[in-house]
């Protein structure tokens, strides 16, 4: 079974520049999540998806991130501008979904943005 | 505020001993507690769940004990090797799902 794919792997921006990010998840996965996880701390959930609702953005700076997962499958989160703050792993995880504690999610090798 | 505190940032240990990591949560009341290992440029990978009701659950060489008064829970891998080393999260889960995780034990076990 293929897990979660992310890409691009690295990326490199100056501040004030765009950036995306892709994730495609594991197949048949209904929830997918997006977390940043800065060098030295744990993940940090940015936004999920329940196929292609958002079901918790409270973590998400609105004012410069942006997530879609159109048709309920693959994901982007774009950042404009970035910051120097956002330098980070985004880590792409998804689940099949399930009620109660047996939803295990599935993360992807993630994408380190380096802001400079 | 919710704070999650994970014993030390590095924990090194001799090869085939236990070792013995610390998750520590306040202001949370969490559903079920998780683990998972992380090693580098890799995402995390789920190793263990333990619900709030349940003292104990063991997986292979690993153990988890959650103490919801003591608002702890311990994550133990016994005869442990040089391939066990790696970071390892734990994570809370409330009512919601959502994860929240710890900032990490990174553990490396000598030969």
């Known amino acids: 079974e293929a897990g979660v794919a992310q890409s691009p792997r690295y990326k490199i921006i100056e501040k004030r520049q765009s950036v995306a990010f892709w994730c495609n998840p594991i197949s048949g996965h209904a929830t997918l999540y997006w977390y940043q996880q800065i060098l030295g701390q744990g993940p940090k959930l940015l936004i999920q998806f329940q196929n292609n609702g958002v079901v918790d953005d409270s973590q998400l700076p609105k004012d410069r991130f942006s997530a879609e997962r159109l048709k309920g499958v693959d994901s982007t989160l774009k950042i404009q501008p970035a910051k120097l703050e956002d330098s980070a792993v985004y880590l792409c995880a998804s689940s099949l979904g399930l009620a109660g504690d047996s939803d295990t999610q599935y993360f992807g090798p993630g994408t380190r943005l380096t802001v400079l | 505020s919710q704070k999650i505190e994970q014993n030390s940032e590095a924990l090194n240990i001799q090869e085939g001993k236990t070792a013995t990591l610390t998750c520590n949560y306040t202001n949370y009341s969490p559903a079920y507690l998780q683990w998972y290992r992380q090693d580098p440029g890799r995402g995390p990978v789920f190793l263990l769940l333990?619900?709030?009701?349940?003292k104990e659950k063991r997986k292979e060489r690993l153990k988890v004990t959650f103490d919801t008064t003591l608002k702890q829970s311990l994550f133990h891998i016994t005869a442990s090797q040089p391939a066990d080393s790696a970071t390892y999260l734990c994570a809370l889960t409330g009512s919601a799902r959502q994860l929240t995780f710890g900032s990490g034990t990174q553990l490396t076990v000598l030969p």
């Open positions: 333990i619900r709030e009701n349940e």
